[in-house]
């Protein structure tokens, strides 16, 4: 290890850190310290800047004001080179892995070896395998990225970052992807980093995984450092820290009244774009009343799922129901007729059009309701937009701003006010409070439990366990296009977890049986 | 530090295939015009008599080959049945990858074989194969270029639909570059410089002011219409005898080879830029597979943002390729003026080859080798509608002259399969926040 | 911070307006400079820079005038220039349509071909009928025609997602095959001729004009086909959901729009306007001629990529359409004059043209190169509350 004795190594310190983007100022001031052989974690909520941070202590972004030192000497970081070269390594939220090359070429990546001219591949598989070895993180440097599970591309996330024995290395938001005892993995992955000396950053907006490895703790909030805890601070104050004020973090929900069965799914199997078996001749039943949550690690299915259902992809076999309405094959005026209201997972994508105004995407699934003699009824969608900002408080300054404009939170409210101004028969939302603050998550997932008591069959498909545990009446885990499956809310995590893995209801309680009982 | 706790970790994906109702629908629409086509041409088959007369020589070869003599309608119905049975093949859905990719093989040999077998019989004249492929060479040379230029742009993520803006420029200034210094060096530099140029008004609109790909690609045409158009009216038209004093470069026979029975006046008896095209498309390839400058290209068109993090300088990355792309573009501009016809004439002497290199870019799925076999491909349908237009045939040539065309649709349209673009083909490359 | 922005209307005014300056400014400098009598003058201007000046002068004064002479300088030269500007405007409304809903289509010259053809040979074969009725089926024909032509895109695009780009480009050789090999035979061609040219079409096929000018029936239609354009796009369930289907396709379908059909409607809807700029092109008689217009194989000339100059120029919407399309109908106007006044080749419209649009498309470039058109930047301090946070 080239790390030899703990201590030895500067730290590295940024000083007084603010980075604005036009009018938004999204690092005020920052300073932090970050000292080799501990894990330092920045806690904050989604927006708050530390991502910013990051990518300037990387070099991928200039600070306006401020400085960065390493020990005594003052860094200048323009670009990712200069950064790595000081020692510091960086694993991408949204992983810089390129899908169409293979492990050993995104690996070498920006530092090739060549020989005569001539890229060197067999020489940057040789490194994969001795990294490989080194951190026993099993990779195969001839697989193409995009062929491999989203854990494993993490695996070579991490890798490229130690790649040029980086001192410094930065996490950013590394368990999104991640099943529970993946991310245990990775924590101790990240304790074994630091006991060699390394100094971790890890960035998160997760109270739990910070009470698990935090050395220091940095709380930012609307791009300032609102202040410093020790690591054995309560779940309460980290979140009345980070958002300002005390939050609860349980959705006060009365217990279900499941009605009659509203939406059917029967045996029904999607194939990705690439042909692969996506769902896998799932079957499911969701009462109005009740709200059942699919939980489950990314990239199981349950995209292709949700687009079947509203019909922007068609089922390959299988049927679904709609109050007894066939919708299989509708496409997705037939299937928002009958009733289904759609919360997409990605938002920025399919929910709503940035460029139009906030009034023009509250009527779009709608139009015909707002159509007089085939012309458009400008004063009827301008009257629907003021009752909807003002009913799901959508904090815009006019209903004619462009949604582009709005904070995350406000775009997803908008979403969600449009889909929730039909009766509905069935609420299908996936990641409904992805990338939103804490503020309006509390606020979407009161609307969502009330279009529950309202009689509404709600489906929620997530990837956060949090969410999971505090929405759903029913638990359905999804694993390769399968249910797993169904379990009530208060499983424990560790049973959730091994689902999420694949491994069956029963076999999981006994595994975790075993454990204890060890 | 262990990954050995006894979790399940998913192994590497190996899902199993199912067809998916898109990929139902492609390949019953595939196999169905395949079938169509082979039923044309068995109905084809039985619209000539006799026997037809592919010539493998001309009469200016000093090695004079035997003609062969077909007889028409066996020939032609053996290929309409050959292309049948592969439609039918592929309709089931049955074959395995390999098998599609031979199906596809047969019936596309099949259909080029017939259908020359049926314009042979259909003609009391030979039909002269020398001078089809030679001649292919010919209308292929500056697609080759245009290839080039296409595929080195889009791999680093521009889309070059200016192509054909670049050929008129440099055409243009080959063509003036010659008339004032009598030099072929220069013309030629002069040539890839105003394609350089031009692939620099791409890049410098495309990556700093990130206007659309497809845009500013049409107005550069635009532009290089008025330009060359309005300068040759202006300068050139009024003194022709020093503006316009081309001596085109002739075929240059390589010694020894060009004696080679069949193949030596085909490949080795040609234009010096048909052979600098050759040379052309195995540098570009070996430049994007098998150097670091390539990766790094690749990288920047596929996850600009992934590159920028490994300290790549993404646009200087693009730029490079861009202009290299221009290069040849340049190149192949010159082809249509000192390179093969002469001096520059007013009357859009590019005639839309820039856009056809485009489609051979896409056909050939961004890739310089196979993007130039496309390139042949259009120039052999090209030099059919000339070989053709004497033989008299039952179709106007026009309508020959339409296959190009009509072949590109049917492949864009899904016949070759969805292809791949490089991820960020025309996308702006913005640094994050 | 709004306050202290213009708004988007203004500044993509001015950026235009500038646009168009400095079009013509580069312009004038490659007028001069590709002038060899006046290029000459400057090989010795600094022993008599008076010469090149004046002369460089002389020659852009001349032909502006000539410009000006050309296209507005008289009843007779403003009629000109709404008789060019009539298919630029049709033309150019179907590829701003087109632009709206996220498609470019580069086949309004093969859309615009098959228009004519088809109109012309109704113009011309069908015999005695009343205006009201011959014209009207005239009009009808060469729309339907251009419909099927983009609807034949649309329906390729929507069904197999290949890139309508290389499709249009590829529908227009295929039109001007077919064109060609129409007009080569007897049924197509004027009684007597060997080349690419048709029978004189009927009186009553053609527009009706203002006795002793250039201003036709055609220009008021082109301005109804851009008043319903317009009702189309912002009045209308279609056109909301052709402007989403633009700007986000899979959100729009995710709000229940059939991205496929409206990839077909609109293709057609463009190729049908393409398609109606073709009739006008065939229909609408020159001013002083006493006999009726003739179908040619080289009729359409540039039209499909003038239009593209056009919807650019007119920023896609219908207004911005009609008055590019009048602009670059006064520049095509003046052709005549530039040569006749001038001495200036006529090829000189086609690079003003297409710097305009080059300046137009960017209009980042236009404020970098002059950067007094930039607004201020706001200084004011922002939380990210209200605002997109990336982070």
């Known amino acids: 290890m080239s790390i030899t004795e703990v201590g030895q190594q500067p730290t590295l310190s940024l000083r007084g850190i603010t980075k604005r983007f036009g009018p938004l100022t999204a690092n005020d001031d920052i300073t932090v ?48 080179k200069q950064a790595m070269a000081a020692g510091i390594g960086m694993v991408h939220q949204h992983f810089m892995l390129i899908p169409v090359f293979t492990v050993a070429e995104n690996m070498v990546l ?55 024995d980086a001192t410094y290395l930065i996490f950013d938001e590394p368990t999104a992807v991640l099943t529970p005892q993946e991310i245990d ?109 699919i939980a489950g690690v990314q990239g199981n299915g349950q995209t292709e799922l949700a687009e079947a259902l509203l019909g922007t992809m068609t089922p390959v076999s299988g049927t679904v129901n709609l109050d007894g309405a066939d919708i299989t094959n509708a496409r997705p005026a037939r299937s928002i007729k009958a009733g289904l209201g759609y919360v997409p997972e990605d938002r920025h994508r399919d929910g709503f059009i940035g460029e139009f105004s906030i009034a023009e995407n509250l009527v779009l699934d709608n139009l015909d309701g707002f159509t007089k003699f085939g012309s458009l009824q400008l004063k009827a969608i301008a009257e629907n937009a003021i009752a909807r900002i003002e009913e799901f408080d959508i904090r815009a300054t006019s209903h004619t701003q462009s949604v582009n404009s709005l904070s995350g939170g406000n775009q997803q409210k908008v979403v969600l006010a449009r889909e929730l101004s039909r009766p509905l028969a069935l609420l299908l939302a996936s990641q409904p409070t992805r990338g939103v603050d804490v503020g309006a998550i509390e606020f979407l997932h009161k609307r969502i439990v009330g279009e529950r008591d309202r009689g509404t069959a709600v489906l929620i498909i997530s990837t956060e366990l949090e969410e999971v545990e505090s929405l759903a009446d029913r638990i359905a885990v999804m694993y390769r296009g399968r249910i797993v499956g169904i379990v009530p809310p208060d499983t424990s995590r560790d049973v959730l977890g091994l689902m999420m893995a694949g491994v069956p209801h029963e076999d999981a309680l006994a595994t975790m049986k075993e454990a204890t009982h060890e | 530090m262990s990954t050995e706790t006894g979790i399940i970790v998913p192994e590497a994906a190996s899902p199993q295939r199912i067809e998916s109702p898109e990929a139902k629908a492609q390949r019953i629409s595939t196999s169905s015009l395949v079938t169509i086509v082979g039923a044309i041409l068995l109905w084809m088959a039985f619209t000539v008599d006799g026997s037809g007369t592919i010539a493998l020589s001309d009469a200016f070869d000093e090695v004079q080959l035997p003609s062969i003599e077909i007889p028409g309608t066996l020939t032609v119905a053996i290929c309409a049945l050959l292309t049948l049975a592969a439609g039918i093949a592929l309709f089931t859905g049955r074959l395995p990858r390999w098998g599609r990719t031979v199906a596809g093989l047969v019936a596309g040999a099949a259909v080029l074989f017939g259908f020359l077998a049926w314009v042979a019989a259909s003609s009391t004249l030979p039909f002269t194969l020398t001078s089809q492929l030679n001649l292919t060479l010919a209308y292929a040379t500056p697609l080759f270029f245009g290839v080039l230029g296409g595929v080195l742009a889009e791999r680093a993520g521009v889309v070059n639909i200016a192509i054909e803006g670049m050929f008129l420029t440099s055409a243009f200034t080959a063509s003036l570059t010659f008339s004032l210094t009598q030099s072929f060096i220069a013309g030629l530099f002069a040539a890839a410089l105003a394609g350089v140029l031009m692939a620099g008004v791409l890049a410098f609109f495309t990556l700093r002011f990130l206007v659309d790909h497809v845009i500013i690609g049409v107005v550069i045409n635009v532009l290089a219409t008025g330009l060359t158009g309005f ?76 590159a920028d993090t490994v300290g790549i300088n993404v646009i200087s990355t693009k730029t490079s390729a861009v202009l290299l792309g221009g290069v040849f573009a340049g190149l192949g501009g010159a082809y249509f003026t000192i390179g093969s016809v002469g001096a520059f004439q007013d009357n859009n002497p590019t005639a839309g080859n820039g856009f056809i290199a485009l489609a051979a870019v896409i056909m050939g799925r961004w890739h310089p080798v196979l993007g130039a076999l496309t390139a042949l491909f259009f120039g052999f349908l090209r030099a059919l509608a000339q070989t053709t237009k004497p033989m008299q045939l039952p179709i106007p040539s026009d309508f020959i002259e339409m296959l190009p065309y009509l072949a590109t649709i049917i492949a864009v349209a899904g016949l070759v399969g969805r292809v791949r673009a490089p991820a960020a083909d025309g996308a702006h490359f913005v640094k994050s926040h | 911070m709004s306050e202290t922005r213009r708004p988007a209307w203004l500044q993509s005014t001015i950026i235009t307006i500038a646009s168009l300056l400095l079009a013509f400014l580069v312009s004038a400098i490659v007028m001069v400079a590709a002038d060899a009598e006046v290029a000459s003058k400057w090989a010795y201007f600094f022993s008599r820079p008076g010469d090149a000046l004046s002369a460089s002068w002389d020659k852009i004064a001349a032909t502006f005038h000539a410009m000006w002479v050309g296209s507005v300088g008289s009843w007779g030269a403003l009629t000109n220039t ?62 339907l025609a251009g419909a099927i032509w983009g609807g034949i895109v649309g329906l390729l695009k929507a069904r197999s997602g290949a890139h309508e780009v290389i499709l249009t480009i590829m529908m227009n050789y295929i039109a001007g095959s ?214």
């Open chain 1, 185 to 293: 993995e990775l924590m101790l992955v990240m304790q074994s980093l630091r006991d060699e000396g390394r100094a971790i950053v890890f960035i998160t907006h997760k109270l739990r995984e910070v009470r698990a490895v935090a050395d220091d703790i940095t709380v930012i909030r609307r791009g300032k450092v609102v202040g410093q805890a020790e690591p054995g601070t309560s779940e309460g104050e980290l979140a009345t820290m980070m958002v300002g004020r005390s939050v609860s973090l349980k959705v006060g929900k009365t217990a279900a009244d499941p009605g009659s069965e509203r939406l059917v799914i029967d045996h029904l199997t999607v194939a990705s774009e690439s042909g692969a078996v996506a769902v896998d001749d799932l079957s499911l039943t969701v009462r109005g009343g009740e709200i059942v949550c």
């Open chain 3, 178 to 391: 077919i064109l060609a090999y129409f007009m080569l035979q007897p049924a197509f061609q004027a009684p007597g001729r060997a080349d690419p040219i048709s029978p004189v079409l009927e009186w009553s096929a053609t527009m009706p004009r203002i006795a002793g000018s250039s201003l036709h029936l055609g220009f008021l239609l082109a301005l109804i086909a851009a008043a319903a354009s317009w009702w189309l796009l912002e009045r209308t369930k279609f056109g909301i959901n052709l402007k989403a289907v633009g700007l986000n396709p899979n959100a729009a379908a995710t709000a229940g729009a059939s991205v496929s059909n409206i990839t077909m409607i609109t293709m057609a809807l463009s190729g049908a306007l393409a398609g109606l700029a073709g009739v006008m092109m065939v229909t609408a008689p020159e001013s002083l001629t006493g006999s009726p217009p003739q179908m040619t194989g080289t009729i359409i000339g540039t039209l499909g990529f003038d239009a593209i100059t056009v919807a650019l120029l007119g920023r896609s919407r219908p207004l911005g359409v009609v008055f590019a399309g009048l602009l670059f109908g006064a520049l095509k106007a003046s052709r005549r004059t530039m040569v006749t006044m001038a001495g200036t080749p006529d090829k000189l419209t086609d690079l003003i043209q297409a710097l305009v649009v080059l300046f137009v498309a960017a209009p980042a470039f236009v404020a970098w190169l002059l950067p007094f058109l930039k607004e201020r930047k706001p200084k004011k301090k922002m939380t990210p509350e209200g605002l997109v946070a990336g982070a």
């Open chain 2, 231 to 306: 300068i040759y009216q202006q300068l050139v038209a009024k003194d022709m005898a020093t503006f316009s004093n081309v001596r085109p470069m002739l075929p240059v026979a390589v010694p020894g080879l060009d004696q080679i029975p069949f193949i030596g006046p085909i490949l080795f008896n040609q234009r010096p830029l048909t052979y600098i095209a050759f040379f052309s498309i195995i540098l570009v390839w070996f430049l994007i597979f098998r150097t670091r400058w390539g990766l790094r290209v690749r990288s920047v068109g596929e996850q600009p943002h992934a």
């Open chain 3, 82 to 143: 709404t008789r060019e500007a009539t298919p630029l405007i049709c033309a150019g409304l179907g590829v701003a349509v087109a632009f709206r809903a996220g498609l470019f289509n580069i086949g309004a010259q093969g859309q615009a071909m098959v228009g004519a053809l088809f109109a012309a040979f109704l113009g011309f074969t069908v015999k005695g009928l009343p205006i009201f009725i011959h014209l009207p089926l005239v009009i009808l024909a060469g729309v």
């Open chain 1, 110 to 164: 920006g530092h090739e070896p060549t020989r005569a001219g001539m890229l060197d591949l067999q020489s940057a598989r040789r490194k994969v395998r001795e990294l490989s070895a080194r951190y026993k993180l099993d990779v195969d440097p001839d697989a193409l990225v995009e062929d491999l599970p989203v854990g494993i591309q993490q695996r070579v996330e991490i890798l490229k970052a130690l790649a040029n």
């Open chain 1, 33 to 80: 310290d970050i000292v080799p052989g501990r894990i330092h974690c920045l806690l904050g909520e989604n927006g708050a800047g530390k991502s910013t941070l990051m990518n300037i202590l990387f070099g991928l972004l200039e600070a306006d004001e401020g400085e960065i030192r390493l020990g005594e000497t003052s860094l200048k970081l323009t670009n990712p």
